[in-house]
């Protein structure tokens, strides 16, 4: 029997998981929609841009995927490749993929700028989440419905090995020892690129 104060986690708990299923319902939030998916901004975003995708179709994650499910996904894919258009960047400047383990019920298409440059990555996890095999890229997603018919969830010690990587910059070869340095590394990426455009 759980006492009120359990209750009240537990009640808590839902209402942050079910945070993106209220959002895509908010018009204002909405920045692409069609009749299978709508693209709305991260509200936390973990880049200078971060959009996210989902189906209006009841799906929780990419383990509640079927084969019949790829024209939505294509879909989905198309819709990100729009709102990343918006950004002004070219389209290879962007990842697209679906976390191992997402911490937000809905299906969702995470359409994030490589430069990782944001208030709200504040944490070595919060990289590794992007930067490993974490992120199941987009095609890979596909690739594997389409051989297997499903997405077959990895072990909980998998994904904690991916969570706790050493820290390796995505755009060279630099390795930090603490996750400070990288957020500072990272920073000289994008004003080395901003200093690049406007000279």
């Known amino acids: 029997m759980y006492g009120d104060l359990e209750i009240e986690i537990q009640i808590n708990r839902k209402a942050w998981s079910d945070g993106l299923i209220h ?40 383990y509640d995927l079927a084969t019949e499910d790829d024209g939505l ?9 729009k709102a990343a258009g918006t950004s002004g960047l070219p389209v290879d400047r962007f990842d697209f993929g ?27 996890y919060h990289w590794n989440a992007f930067n490993t095999e974490f992120l199941i890229r987009h095609e890979n997603v596909v690739e594997k419905l389409r051989k297997e018919g499903k997405i077959i969830r990895p072990s909980l010690h998998y994904i904690m ?31 080395c690129e901003t200093d690049s455009a406007t000279s």
């Not at 973990?46 to 009841?58: D, G, I, N, S």
Request: charged fraction near 25%.
């Open 98 to 124: 679906y976390h191992m383990k997402p911490s937000m019920r809905r299906l969702h298409l995470h359409v994030i700028s490589k430069d990782y440059f944001s208030p709200c990555l504040s944490h070595r």
């Open 161 to 191: 090995q991916l969570l706790e990587t050493p820290l390796q910059c995505n755009q060279c070869i630099y390795r930090a020892k603490r996750f400070a340095d990288l957020k500072l590394h990272l920073k000289q990426h994008v004003e």
């Open 23 to 62: 959002a895509i319902n908010n018009v204002g939030k909405q920045l692409f929609v069609s009749d299978s998916a709508v693209v709305i901004k991260d509200k936390y975003p973990k880049a200078l841009h971060h959009f996210l995708v989902l189906p209006w179709k009841e799906i929780d994650s990419i």
């Open 73 to 81: 996904l294509q879909e989905m894919y198309e819709l990100g490749l």
